[in-house]
């Protein structure tokens, strides 16, 4: 079966920190695409990153970036400068790229950002 | 604005009492999804929609049906609620299965 591991259920750092948030996946599969999408505190879903797995230079959007190891099935982000407003569940996913087309999500990492 | 809208925000029912949450998106997307959002679990996929009258499974679609007649509708009904699908409800639609999903600001259903 295919499956996503978030390792962590609850991190927090300081304002101003970098933080890593782990993702492990499980696919036999070779062409796929994975996500990290943010979920603060109204509930809105937001995507924070996308990567395709045959590209292998890591995806970057401004202070979030990921860590792609394919061989090791691992897709930790990592948010820089942390702020005040990244405070959210944080959820892996990924979506293999063949006829089912199912989105397969981990449990989430909820992430405090202190003052 | 683009959006998916979804209505209901808050229902509470009893059991057996059949019901439908409704999800529209003004974006044209092709790929529409429902997913259920539990403590612990995370989202899990209940059916998903890659366009008019193609529909699929996803992880948990036991107790629910879906339809897709319009491009921009995907409706979730629930024939016969039990307590088990007490939870928060979520639809999102995108251009493509790969692409950015957008979703709705969900519906939290409490089955009595």
């Known amino acids: 079966a295919q499956t996503v591991t978030q390792s962590q259920p609850e991190m927090s750092v300081q304002e101003a920190e970098t933080v890593t948030l782990s993702c492990t996946y499980d696919?036999?599969?070779?062409?796929?695409?994975l996500f990290w999408y943010k979920q603060p505190p109204s509930r809105q879903m937001i995507l924070v990153i996308r990567q395709e797995a045959y590209k292998q230079q890591n995806a970057t959007e401004n202070r979030f970036s990921v860590n792609f190891q394919k061989a090791a099935k691992s897709f930790s982000l990592k948010i820089s400068d942390s702020q005040l407003g990244d405070t959210a569940m944080y959820f892996c996913?990924?979506?293999?790229?063949?006829?089912?087309?199912?989105?397969?999500w981990g449990a989430g990492t909820k992430l405090i950002i202190k003052p | 604005e683009a959006q998916v809208t979804q209505n209901p925000r808050y229902l509470i029912t009893v059991t057996g009492k059949k019901l439908t949450v409704t999800c529209s998106q003004n974006m044209n997307h092709e790929y529409m999804s429902w997913y259920r959002q539990d403590p612990g679990l995370g989202l899990r996929q209940i059916y998903y929609?890659?366009?008019?009258?193609?529909?699929d499974k996803g992880d948990v679609p036991e107790g629910y049906k879906v339809s897709r007649k319009e491009k921009r509708n995907f409706p979730l009904i629930l024939e016969s609620p039990s307590p088990n699908q007490t939870s928060l409800y979520f639809c999102?639609?995108?251009?493509?299965?790969?692409?950015?999903?957008?979703f709705g600001p969900g519906t939290r259903l409490l089955v009595l």
């Open positions: 929609s890659m366009n008019v009258e193609v529909t």
């Open positions: 999102a639609s995108s251009l493509r299965p790969y692409g950015t999903q957008y």
């Open positions: 996913a990924f979506l293999i790229m063949d006829s089912n087309y199912q989105l397969i």
């Open positions: 696919t036999s599969e070779s062409n796929y695409y």
